[in-house]
């Protein structure tokens, strides 16, 4: 198979990357699940986005204060700064976000922000989103999207990416010639026994990136949120952040509040811990009736039918919270134009690390960060083309036979990532 450019994941990132690269390039997009099945689609909350000129600083600054002021300062101004303009380009695909009587965008706002600067579509914004970019790429010919298809490798040489191994449905293994490959295979989460990713997002990219010499950076950076229901569930349900942004408390098992709902994610974790730890119990509960309950219905339904099914009447009861693995802020190391240190290989949203986060995610950076350097990534592949280096007698020779007996390969790139967090984590 040959292809202009190769895009690993159908996550925001891999998808707004293949809208933002030009048309007369032939663009196969390719994911390890069905098209829907990744963590795009369960963001809740929101997505940031800069109103005017009076709030960037303040922006700026709850961006670096929740990172632990480890954060890239040029990545976080450049995020900032594109923010509109990405916003516009979601407005002209047909996403439907929250406005008032007048027609103007509503804001609301989550843990460790200092004012209103996000916006949302009911709690479901990743879906209204993603599913927006997915409908626009089914639309383009040049675009052709493989679902259920895996990347199993890099084919390279001379720290030089010309493809990649992929395997097909049926299990066919085929190397694919591109020009460019992009790698957006999302995060961690199905390394953790709770986690509120897809149980298949196991790190593929990061431990492609080890076996080849790509540079990593921050990979002991994981971001656990504080609350997600505490029940028996294959992936855990994430209690949006503005959920507490507009109001929701938490309390102990005396039903007493015993922390400031607001705080970054991961002090508000540590906090949750010490009181399941204090109070001998497995969660804390999460109160929601101090939330009017037509509030509740119109901007959280799909967390009100949720615990609903679990058998929770937020209008009437608190519901058990517990904290769980969330997202990834390290991840493969990249430039302000998401190049990795492989040459003509380039990663994206939760895969790559432009050090916008930090040591620390603020609450709704995660959309806004994945679109503004996937974009980045495509502008600057298309001003590139001429520079493209070619290998067909590279993919012709490869041994596709190393890759036919894929049982426990997964397994094996598991541990290399979990080795890898650890290690870092020590160090």
């Keep these: 198979m040959k292809t202009d450019v190769l895009i690993v994941g159908s996550g925001c990132s891999g998808l707004y990357c293949a809208l933002n690269l ?51 300062k040029t990545s976080v101004e450049i995020m900032i700064r594109s923010s509109q303009a990405v916003v516009e380009d979601l407005l002209r695909f047909g996403a439907d976000f929250q406005k008032d009587e007048k027609g103007e965008l509503v804001f609301t ?95 593929d990219a990061l431990a492609v990136a080890i076996r080849h010499g790509i540079a990593l950076k921050d990979i002991s950076y994981v971001q656990i949120h504080p609350t997600t229901l505490y029940a028996e569930e294959e992936r855990s349900f994430l209690i949006s952040e503005s959920v507490r942004g507009e109001g929701a408390v938490l309390r102990d098992k005396n039903g007493d509040r015993f922390v400031n709902e607001l705080l970054p994610r991961d002090l508000l974790t540590k906090a949750i811990l010490a009181q399941m730890e204090k109070d001998g119990t497995d969660f804390v509960w999460e109160d929601l009736r101090t939330i009017p309950e037509d509030e509740l219905n119109r901007h959280f339904p799909n967390i009100v039918e949720h615990c609903r099914e679990m058998g929770y009447d937020v209008t009437k009861e608190c519901i058990p919270v517990v904290p769980a693995q969330h997202y990834f802020m390290g991840g493969i190391q990249v430039n302000h134009e998401s190049k990795t240190s492989m040459e003509q290989l380039y990663a994206v949203g939760e895969t790559a690390c432009n050090g916008v986060h930090g040591k620390n995610r603020l609450a709704s950076n995660s959309l806004l960060e994945s679109l503004v350097f996937a974009k980045r990534a495509a502008l600057d592949m298309a001003g590139h083309v001429q520079e493209v280096k070619k290998n067909s007698r590279l993919i012709e020779e490869t041994d596709m036979e190393p890759y036919r007996e894929l049982s426990g390969l997964y397994e094996t790139y598991q541990k290399l990532v979990k080795n890898g967090i650890q290690e870092a984590g020590r160090a």
Excluded: W
């Excluded at 689609?41 to 986005?49: D, E, I, K, S, V």
């Excluded at 997915?134 to 040489?157: F, W, Y």
């Excluded at 295979?185 to 509120?196: E, V």
């Design 22 to 72: 030009p048309t007369d390039k032939k663009i196969t997009v390719i994911t390890k699940a069905g098209a829907e099945e990744n963590d795009s689609f369960l963001a809740q909350g929101g997505m940031c986005m800069l109103k005017d000129e009076k709030d960037f600083q303040s922006f700026f600054e709850d961006t670096l204060k929740a990172g632990h002021y480890e954060n890239d």
């Design 109 to 203: 706002r989550e843990g460790a922000h200092s004012e209103k600067r996000i916006i949302f579509h009911e709690d479901v914004t990743g879906k209204e989103i993603t599913s927006t970019l997915l409908a626009q790429v089914k639309e383009r010919p040049n675009i052709t999207l493989l679902e259920h298809t895996a990347m199993v490798d890099l084919i390279e040489e001379n720290n030089v990416c010309y493809g990649a191994v992929v395997q097909k449905p049926d299990g066919e293994i085929e190397a694919v010639e591109a020009d460019y490959t992009v790698m957006a295979t999302g995060g961690i989460g199905g390394l953790y026994r709770h986690s509120t990713n897809f149980r298949h997002l196991t790190g």
